[in-house]
């Protein structure tokens, strides 16, 4: 990786030169890329039942969605939140045990044991996804990145965004972007709400440049934010919809399918 030529700084332009893909999936196949993608959230700490994501292929397009009748993923640890998500890597250990990727609660067990899979964890490249939000209060939905985790700290976060459904506008919207350390001790949290000239409703590029000395975030090409920090290990994605609301309080057919609709996903690597 040393012998690599990386960019000196990041460009005001998203500069594709000397990148190559890597990975891509425009969603043209009916079917969801059992080579890239694991149709769960985080399973080791629920179970696949529990922590599969509802989705369609429409129109060439990934259609992440929360569905009426959805129950939580895990009700004990992180109460009505649910979730629909798709991951590039799983593993972890014994049940029982605390091993196991994105641990973001202490009271978080083993309750299924996921045989390891690392099916895309890139360290250092550029990643773009086209997407778009959800004007819906309740909902929030994001990519990001996580350290695969195999390793003690191992386990920080590289988010190319989030978008809160209370926060998307025709107008303007608020873009969350940024690092999070979790279990990594090198890193420090370096997170902020972005307000941009657009309706995140629409569909817009998100991008991450991330190199050994930044992480550069874009949106539609234009740089928005650049972090000095760059986790040093391979890292996984994570493609989700969230719903937040308390379960006794949503409305059973109102407004469902809630629907987060991707347009495509591309990583590149440093040719």
């Given at each position: 990786?040393?012998?690599?030529?990386?960019?000196?700084?990041?460009?005001?332009?998203?500069?594709?030169?000397?990148?190559?893909?890597?990975?891509?999936?425009?969603f043209?196949?009916?079917?969801?890329?059992?080579?890239?993608?694991?149709?769960?959230?985080?399973?080791?700490?629920?179970s696949?039942?529990?922590?599969?994501?509802?989705?369609?292929?429409?129109?060439?397009?990934l259609?992440?969605?929360?569905?009426?009748?959805?129950?939580?993923?895990?009700?004990?640890?992180d109460?009505?939140?649910?979730?629909?998500?798709?991951?590039?890597?799983?593993?972890?250990?014994?049940?029982?045990?605390?091993?196991?990727?994105?641990?973001?609660?202490?009271r978080?067990?083993v309750?299924?044991?996921?045989?390891?899979?690392?099916?895309?964890?890139?360290l250092?490249?550029?990643?773009?996804?086209?997407?778009?939000?959800?004007?819906?209060?309740?909902?929030?939905?994001?990519?990001?990145?996580?350290?695969?985790?195999?390793?003690?700290?191992r386990?920080?976060?590289?988010?190319l965004?989030?978008l809160?459904?209370?926060?998307?506008?025709?107008?303007?919207?608020?873009?969350?972007?940024?690092?999070?350390?979790?279990?990594?001790?090198?890193?420090?949290?370096?997170f902020?709400?972005e307000?941009?000239?657009?309706?995140?409703?629409?569909?817009?590029?998100?991008?991450?440049?991330?190199t050994?000395?930044?992480?550069?975030?874009?949106?539609?090409?234009?740089?928005?934010?650049?972090?000095?920090?760059?986790?040093?290990?391979?890292?996984?994605?994570?493609?989700?919809?969230?719903?937040?609301?308390d379960?006794?309080?949503?409305?059973?057919?109102?407004?469902?399918?809630?629907?987060?609709?991707?347009?495509?996903?591309?990583?590149?690597?440093?040719?």
């Open positions: 990786m040393n012998d690599v030529l990386w960019p000196a700084e990041p460009r005001p332009l998203l500069d594709r030169t000397g990148y190559q893909v890597e990975v891509e999936d425009d043209a196949d009916p079917e969801l890329n059992p080579k890239l993608w694991i149709p769960y959230y985080l399973p080791q700490w629920s696949r039942q529990a922590a599969a994501a509802r989705y369609v292929i429409r129109d060439g397009q259609v992440l969605r929360i569905e009426a009748e959805q129950q939580p993923w895990n009700q004990d640890v109460g009505w939140l649910r979730v629909s998500s798709l991951q590039t890597g799983v593993f972890s250990g014994p049940p029982g045990s605390a091993l196991g990727q994105h641990r973001f609660d202490e978080l067990v309750r299924e044991e996921q045989d390891r899979s690392a099916l895309y964890t890139p250092y490249g550029l990643f773009e996804i086209r997407a778009r939000g959800i004007a819906d209060s309740n909902n929030m939905c994001a990519c990001w990145m996580i350290g695969f985790d195999d390793e003690p700290g386990s920080a976060e590289i988010c965004f989030e809160f459904g209370s926060a998307i506008g025709p107008d303007r919207s608020e873009v969350r972007m940024g690092l999070h350390p979790f279990g990594d001790p090198s890193v420090t949290d370096e902020s709400t307000i941009l000239a657009m309706d995140a409703t629409a569909f817009h590029t998100y991008a991450a440049e991330w050994p000395s930044y992480v550069a975030f874009y949106v539609d090409d234009r740089l928005i934010k650049v972090s000095r920090q760059s986790p040093a290990y391979p890292m996984q994605f994570m493609l989700n919809i969230y719903e937040f609301a379960g006794a309080a949503l409305e059973p057919a109102d407004g469902y399918p809630k629907e987060f609709v991707v347009d495509f996903f591309r990583g590149y690597r440093r040719a």
